[in-house]
């Protein structure tokens, strides 16, 4: 599973709010509501996400594998 739990920490300690990614930056809201639902994004946007945190794509997205039933 791939979730975006590490993207809240990281902005977090970059002090950059969620406000000013939409303002500042051009993020949309509907790319916001999909990070916090964990749903799926386009890769230039994770990209955009990188530049504007100055950070590595372990930052933003963790992946965790999936329990075997």
Known sequence: M???DPLWETMKRKKISQYALIKEYGVST???DALRKNRSITLNTLNDLCNILQC???DIIQ???D???
């Open 67 to 69: 329990e075997k039933e």
């Open 56 to 58: 590595d794509v372990s």
């Open 2 to 4: 791939l979730t975006f």
């Open 30 to 32: 509907g790319t916001l």
């Open 63 to 65: 992946f965790t594998p």
